[in-house]
């Protein structure tokens, strides 16, 4: 009896399709090429693996908030700290509860975080990096730096077979740092839709905004190379009970240019409370169907009032926010609308207490 020879094609065919097999009963959900393998395992996972997620930063005044927030809606959270002594922190604020674990991984290596994310089904990034020595507490090397930890962090979550989906904490920011519109009588809308001009950033010397555009714009390259779904949150100036103490560089350094944004209607703040509901609301729809970006605030600065109440509130000269000598009928250029949040957050029961405080527009 003869040996009968396939064609070389049909051979790598067949190996192909086992490959696809052996991965797909592995678990491992994604390819390169942004594909989806609904394996039988991803059926199966039960409620408690779905409830594990992680949060860089979680010492951070954003971090520990949403890491508060999941604890209520019973997700068991992992915390990344960059410290060994930001342990003892978290063990303080923790009260030692046994869903929320704490490990220290560096955002400067891949295979660190990789390690840390695994067994995690989710992802909340919300770290920035801060130079104590800059004027402002971030100078333009810091942007580069922000951008290349969020690039390790996105990696590492398509690395790690358990990671389905990333919430990262953008910053308005990247949203609103504009060319001029033409004068037409009526403002132009800012929305999810709408991105900030790198040239602009870097000629304003806007090093936070060229930050979080930078880090923004790899993290959606490296989702939709990878398949990982992906949600990014777009904050305004974060305020909150002791928020001066915990948070004045990230502040200090969101404020440059922040009589420019007063005069076009987009300085705006958001309750820290709030915005961590809003990760949780938002993550949870990413699980569902959801993805893409959301713009996020409470409140639009709009009077000198209102201005002088914030500058008191965050402990700076209120000539920081606004000129006192701008016309008093000067036009808005711009409006702020983050309705595509308040639509989500209507539908969410998470959501649904902001919005009966009034505190989403």
Not at 225 to 254: D, V
Not at 330 to 349: A, C, G
Request: one cysteine or more; hydrophobic letters at 35%; glycine letters at 6%.
């Amino acid at each position: 009896m003869g040996v009968l020879f396939r064609p070389e094609e049909t051979l790598v065919s067949e190996l192909e399709q086992l490959r696809r097999k052996l991965v797909a009963c592995g678990g491992i959900q994604r390819r390169k090429d942004g594909e989806e393998f609904k394996s039988l395992k991803s059926k199966l996972i039960d409620d408690a693996e779905q409830k594990v997620v992680c949060v860089t930063s979680g010492v951070s005044f954003l971090g520990s908030a949403i890491v508060n927030e999941l604890l209520v809606h019973g997700y068991s959270v992992r915390v990344i700290v960059d410290n060994p002594e930001d342990v003892n922190k978290l063990d303080e604020t923790t009260c030692g509860r046994p869903n929320v674990t704490v490990v220290v991984a560096k955002l400067t290596d891949v295979n660190s975080l990789v390690e840390a994310f695994n067994g995690c089904r989710g992802v909340f990034h919300t770290s920035s990096s801060i130079d104590p020595a800059g004027l402002s507490g971030y100078t333009k090397v810091m942007s580069e730096v922000e951008m290349r930890s969020t690039e390790n962090v996105m990696e590492a979550c398509a690395r790690t077979e358990t990671v389905r989906n990333c919430v990262l904490t953008s910053s308005l920011l990247a949203c609103i740092w504009r060319d001029q519109p033409e004068s037409t009588g009526t403002s132009r809308v800012v929305d999810h839709g709408c991105w900030s001009s790198f040239q602009l950033c870097q000629d304003k010397k806007l090093w936070f905004a060229l930050g979080k555009l930078k880090s923004e714009k790899v993290a959606w390259k490296i989702a939709q190379e990878s398949g990982l779904k992906l949600a990014t949150i777009c904050s305004p100036l974060i305020t909150g009970s002791n928020f001066h103490s915990r948070n004045s560089t990230p502040t200090m350094a969101y404020l440059k240019g922040a009589r420019e944004m007063y005069k076009n209607g987009l300085l705006a703040t958001v309750d820290v409370t709030k915005l961590a509901k809003a990760h949780v609301c938002v993550y949870e729809e990413l699980k569902e169907t959801g993805s893409g970006r959301y713009i996020c605030f409470d409140r639009v600065i709009s009077t000198v009032d209102e201005a002088t109440k914030l500058a008191a509130e965050i402990r700076v000269p209120v000539g920081t926010i606004v000129e006192t000598t701008l016309p008093i009928n000067s036009p808005i250029l711009f409006q702020l609308s983050n309705k595509k949040v308040s639509d989500l957050m209507s539908r969410s029961n998470v959501g649904r207490s902001c919005l009966n405080e009034n505190r989403f527009y």
